[in-house]
């Protein structure tokens, strides 16, 4: 599993080590992950159990956000595509991401 440098955490997470070690060893937790959409579309919200499928161990997703419920993971999308909005006029949240995460570490290409 692959965390955003830059990750967009919902204010109710406690102990964020804790719950990023569980999703990297596919271990029991209730919460929501927001992650960079492998097609057409931009961001995808999954259930922490939908990740401990055989497909994200050899597809490990890129998460950019978690949140304790899918209302949260909504406004998280939300808070994206608003920061987004201002900062480049367009809604192209992946490239918005790289471009964050590029711009903050002082890197020219970043992979998200």
Not at 1 to 12: A, I, S
Request: include cysteine; glycine fraction near 6%; proline fraction near 2%.
């Amino acid at each position: 599993m692959k965390f955003y440098r830059y990750l967009y955490v919902d204010d109710r997470i406690k102990n964020l080590s804790k719950i990023k070690w569980k999703l990297k060893h596919h271990a029991g937790v209730q919460v929501y992950v927001i992650a960079v959409a492998h097609g057409a579309d931009q961001l995808e919200i999954y259930h922490s159990a939908y990740l401990k499928q055989r497909y994200f161990r050899y597809h490990p997703p890129v998460i950019v956000g978690i949140a304790s419920d899918y209302d949260e993971a909504v406004q998280i999308i939300i808070k994206i595509t608003q920061e987004c909005l201002s900062c480049t006029g367009a809604c192209n949240l992946k490239e918005y991401l790289k471009w964050k995460a590029g711009k903050q570490s002082g890197h020219s290409e970043v992979r998200v």
